[in-house]
């Protein structure tokens, strides 16, 4: 907004039971070029302050009906007017009248009989007050947007660097850890082929082996979690994919929970993994059903085509505005609280039994949707539940 403003841009509210005085400081007002308008009572003062949300207000005190301070008092415990700047008019000049009227939140006073000299310079003196302090609030917002901004920017960069040391980390025993459980399964397994079929230790060594498998698997999803293990992308109908993989998930459904589905017949590809998306569908729907619990719930599926805004688009990471396909997946779970739903996608961040749950799902989520260039974001309410959004970007 510019520093300088012009009288002719200023409304100014005169209100006052008197006409020769409301015709006397219209006429002031009006010759330096503001704009006047000019009412008799305390009831036409609050509604046109309410319509036209004027630059300053001129109240007198003395009036039948509504006095002014009872008017003053209105105006500031309305939202829409309580940061008008008002003006006190009276004949009173006592300290305590001051006092009353300042406590309610008038900024002046300006004493009958009244110099134009004096009007003036109060009226100009408080425009100008009003005009800079609204300057200073638009700063004060481009200035809170930036900080916004910017702690944004380093959480995705602390986030980033998290990933990338992770990523370091796994990839360096990686490679050492599948040498010994290459080691131990090969040599469990032998030793299985030496042993009777029904004897105990055979169970011991399928128990040893199940583990050493297991643990494997482990390792696979920290690596893809981390972008280790490449993946073969192709153009492929996001639509067909979503359907196969609900025809999986409808067999993990326990009975308590129902799923409702709407998926939009796509004709536009996305460049995907079959695989990985299914691993993406799978892990989401396990965080639905471990939020649901025991309790009753419904797990709701959407697939449609959407274009993301400049607003909208804020909600994602590292994208542009444009035409997507969007998964989202909701559920009427636990919901997630305000302090843990910043760090839901770091890897090993678990509200569960760390002894049952390893926290890499929604890491690995995060990663299949990023490396599909897509993006996700959540949405969700202690105790109402949560909601995904998963975004990739149409094949061109």
Do not use: W
């Amino acid at each position: 907004m510019d520093s300088e403003f012009k009288n002719q841009d200023i409304n100014i509210l005169i209100v006052d039971d008197n006409p020769f005085n409301l015709k006397l400081l219209a006429a002031i007002l009006s010759e330096k070029g503001y704009k006047v308008r000019p009412v008799p009572n305390g009831n036409l003062a609050l509604s046109a302050a309410r319509a036209i949300h004027p630059n300053l207000i001129l109240l007198d005190i003395n009036m039948p009906g509504m006095s002014g301070y009872e008017v003053c008092q209105e105006l500031k415990d309305d939202k829409l007017t309580a940061d008008i700047p008002i003006i006190f008019i009276t004949v009173k000049d006592e300290i305590a009248d001051k006092v009353r009227g300042f406590d309610l939140g008038a900024v002046d006073y300006i004493t009958k009989p009244f110099h134009p000299k004096d009007v003036l310079a109060r009226v100009e003196t408080h425009v100008k007050l009003r005009h800079l302090q609204r300057i200073l609030n638009n700063k004060n917002i481009v200035l809170e947007n930036e900080i916004k901004e910017r702690k944004r920017l380093e959480l995705q960069l602390r986030q980033a660097h998290k990933m990338e040391a992770l990523a370091t980390f796994s990839g360096g025993i990686a490679h050492d850890f599948n040498n010994i459980l290459s080691i131990i399964l090969g040599n469990t397994e032998l030793a299985m082929d030496e042993v009777l079929e029904y004897s105990s230790s055979r169970e011991y060594l399928e128990n040893v082996r199940k583990a050493s498998l297991k643990a494997k698997n482990i390792i696979l999803r920290l690596l893809s979690a981390t972008r280790h293990i490449k993946k073969e992308y192709k153009p492929q109908n996001f639509a067909l994919l979503v359907k196969e993989a609900l025809e999986k998930i409808h067999l993990l459904l326990p009975e308590n929970v129902t799923i409702k589905e709407s998926i939009s017949d796509l004709f536009e590809s996305v460049e995907a993994d079959p695989k990985q998306i299914l691993e993406m569908m799978l892990e989401l729907c396990k965080n639905s059903l471990d939020a649901i619990g025991d309790n009753v719930g419904i797990i709701e599926i959407f697939l449609s085509k959407v274009v993301l805004d400049e607003k909208e688009i804020s909600l994602f990471k590292d994208l542009k505005p444009g035409t997507y396909i969007e998964f989202k997946i909701s559920d009427t779970g636990c919901g997630i609280t305000k302090e843990n739903i910043e760090y839901i996608f770091d890897p090993y961040f678990t509200t569960g039994d760390i002894a049952v749950k390893s926290g890499m799902g929604l890491a690995i989520v995060n990663s299949i949707v990023r490396s599909h260039e897509g993006a996700i974001s959540v949405s969700s309410e202690e105790g109402k539940g949560t909601t995904f959004r998963a975004v990739f970007p149409i094949k061109k």
